[in-house]
């Protein structure tokens, strides 16, 4: 070391802190037995405090600038020590720096349900998250509070306790508020001001303040969401009756769809093999034969009917004649069965069909009573 940087180091003192990370709230300077020079250079930067401790107790705060270390400057120091003007010798003394910006995008949320009544569901259980904010106001405060003798407090070392906080907050809030479960996503900014106001009251004592709060969603158990879906597609559905209905005739449509087109196959393959005897063991028609009158194709067949049946509020079907008849065998066609087809004005029992009326009466008669 040469000797200009040794009466450097003895007679120009320079205090700073120069923050590197983005999570440090408070800083302690460094120095081998805290011995700090009369007459020293304080920088405080903006968004930086620096609080003085003296053997343990807190002297002076310095807001942003720049400080020579002196008996004028220092009031409160100075009258613990009672120190007159003419001091001007070392001192020794803890300084900590504190940010004093704005921690953003901080993570809450609700780590189990929050009870609360609704006036349309009653008691239902919700979930919340969002981001918030935080702020030291008083470094003293914040200081003496929290932080303590800690050489290097973390946002972390915090953020916990805080979480609990706006929780806390946020579910006496929520459960008082009475605003309905369905209305609360429209209202979260309201709901946002109201958590964020108490929990001003809440951090103050810590000297912090909290400036922004998001409710980024609030949301119902999976089982709750599945009912609410429910509930949202039959009111979409509406009339229940005319949806059956028409669920109905769109699969006889199918039905009788594929019905057309499996006939349409077969006479044109029919067609094909009338043709291709006709020709001549080379593939082509005989010169001298004649033209044999074809006969007319015959009619389609008629399009077979096809049943819906009624049971316990649902459609079973389509159903042609002859699997009506085995279910009328087996007992699961009666007589007051209600049935329906293309056609046909509204549900009606079976027995009042003409086409299936016949069904019943092959049946034997009932057995006569025993003895």
Request: contains cysteine; proline residues 8%.
């Amino acid at each position: 070391m040469g000797i200009l940087d040794f009466l450097s180091g003895q007679f120009i003192d320079v205090i700073h802190w120069t923050d590197d990370t983005r999570d440090t709230m408070v800083w302690r300077f460094e120095r081998e037995g805290h011995e700090i020079k009369y007459g020293a250079k304080l920088t405080v930067r903006e968004g930086q405090s620096a609080v003085f401790v003296h053997e343990g107790q807190l002297a002076d705060v310095f807001t942003p600038g720049l400080y020579l270390l002196e008996t004028n400057n220092m009031p409160i120091l100075t009258s613990l020590q009672h120190w007159d003007h003419g001091f001007k010798s070392p001192f020794k003394s803890e300084i900590y720096f504190v940010n004093t910006t704005r921690f953003n995008d901080l993570k809450w949320g609700t780590k189990n349900p929050i009870m609360c009544r609704d006036p349309e569901f009653g008691p239902v259980r919700i979930r919340a998250f969002g981001t918030y904010t935080v702020r030291v106001t008083d470094p003293g405060k914040f200081l003496t509070e929290i932080v303590g003798t800690d050489g290097e407090f973390t946002m972390d070392e915090i953020s916990f306790q805080i979480r609990n906080i706006i929780v806390q907050s946020f579910s006496r809030i929520v459960a008082g508020s009475g605003i309905p479960v369905l209305d609360m996503a429209a209202n979260t900014m309201d709901l946002g001001k109201l958590v964020a106001s108490e929990l001003s009251k809440a951090v103050a004592e810590y000297g912090l303040e909290i400036p922004e709060f998001y409710i980024e969603n609030i949301s119902l158990p999976p089982a709750v969401e599945a009912a609410l879906d429910k509930r949202t597609s039959m009111g979409i559905v509406g009339d229940l009756q005319k949806y059956m209905q028409f669920n109905a005739a769109e699969a006889m449509g199918a039905e009788n769809s594929a019905m057309a087109s499996s006939m349409g196959a077969g006479m044109g393959a029919a067609m094909g093999m009338g043709m291709a005897g006709m020709a001549g063991p080379w593939g082509a028609a005989p010169a001298a034969a004649a033209p044999a009158a074809q006969p007319a194709p015959p009619p389609p067949p008629p399009v077979e009917k096809v049943w819906h049946i009624a049971v316990n509020g649902e459609t079973k079907g389509p159903f042609s004649r002859a699997t009506m008849g085995q279910k009328a065998a087996a007992g699961e066609l009666t007589r007051e069965s209600l049935v329906w087809t293309a056609g046909q004005d509204g549900w009606k029992p079976a027995e009042d069909v003409a086409d299936l009326a016949t069904l019943f009466t092959i049946l034997p008669p009932p057995p006569p009573p025993a003895g």
